[in-house]
């Protein structure tokens, strides 16, 4: 797996509506894709919200992980589930326990507990892929709201800007180097 988020790829998918929410009749959404280094695939993902309900709600991000193409099977990938929602400092992600109907698939043999990532090599691989989607999925834009204007001057980015930058991760706690935690 790469350090950074420049050395992947995201390409993304198809993307449905699903039906409309229980509690306000807004629509639900879901987008696909792949990422990759120019070597390989590295994880398919699947985001699922309800347009207008990041703030209250969120979204619940599924990856796959592992090998792809000839050769490869359930056997060769692992899921990951990942809650994203709006903290008091802008968006953030956490790692989740997967649902019980969701421990194993047609795509991975294995659904990883939160315990089974936090705290281990693979949670870096984690957040660089969801790094990744939080900058190269456009599909996405009303997960990642644009940062705030401020008069000068200002540590948020420019108001123009559809992305914030992302800082660098510690690779095991997946902290990132200014002390804002994501999976805890």
Same mark, same amino acid.
């Given at each position: &797996?790469?350090? @950074? @988020?420049?050395? *992947?790829?995201?390409?993304?998918?198809?993307?449905?509506?699903?039906?409309?929410?229980?509690?306000?009749?807004? +629509?639900?959404?879901?987008? &696909?894709? &792949?990422?990759?280094?120019?070597?390989?695939?590295?994880?398919?993902?699947?985001?699922?919200? /309800?347009?207008?309900?990041?703030?209250?709600?969120?979204?619940?991000?599924?990856?796959?992980?592992?090998?792809?193409?000839?050769?490869?099977? %359930?056997?060769?990938?692992? %899921?990951?589930? *990942?809650?994203?929602?709006?903290?008091?400092?802008?968006? %953030? +992600? &956490?790692?989740?326990?997967?649902?019980?109907?969701?421990?194993?698939?047609?795509?991975?043999?294995?659904?990883?507990?939160?315990?089974?990532?936090?705290?281990?090599?693979?949670?870096?691989?984690?957040?660089?892929?969801?790094?990744?989607?939080?900058?190269?999925?456009?599909?996405?834009?009303?997960?990642?709201?644009?940062?705030?204007?401020?008069?000068?001057?200002?540590?948020?980015?420019?108001?123009? $800007?559809?992305?914030?930058? *992302?800082?660098? $991760?510690?690779?095991?706690?997946?902290? /990132? /180097?200014?002390?804002?935690?994501?999976?805890?």
């Amino acid at each position: &797996m790469s350090d @950074t @988020t420049e050395q *992947l790829h995201v390409a993304p998918g198809s993307e449905r509506t699903t039906g409309r929410c229980a509690c306000c009749g807004r +629509v639900s959404r879901i987008v &696909m894709g &792949m990422i990759s280094t120019a070597e390989a695939d590295l994880a398919s993902y699947l985001v699922h919200w /309800t347009v207008g309900h990041i703030d209250t709600l969120g979204a619940e991000i599924d990856l796959i992980i592992g090998r792809w193409g000839d050769g490869a099977s %359930a056997a060769d990938r692992v %899921a990951v589930r *990942l809650h994203h929602f709006i903290g008091p400092n802008g968006p %953030a +992600v &956490m790692v989740q326990d997967p649902p019980p109907n969701r421990a194993t698939s047609e795509l991975a043999a294995q659904a990883l507990l939160r315990d089974e990532v936090i705290g281990t090599p693979r949670a870096a691989e984690v957040f660089a892929l969801y790094d990744a989607l939080a900058v190269q999925d456009v599909r996405l834009a009303e997960l990642f709201p644009p940062a705030q204007t401020c008069l000068s001057p200002c540590a948020h980015s420019p108001a123009d $800007r559809a992305r914030r930058l *992302l800082r660098p $991760r510690d690779p095991i706690s997946g902290r /990132t /180097t200014a002390g804002r935690s994501r999976g805890r």
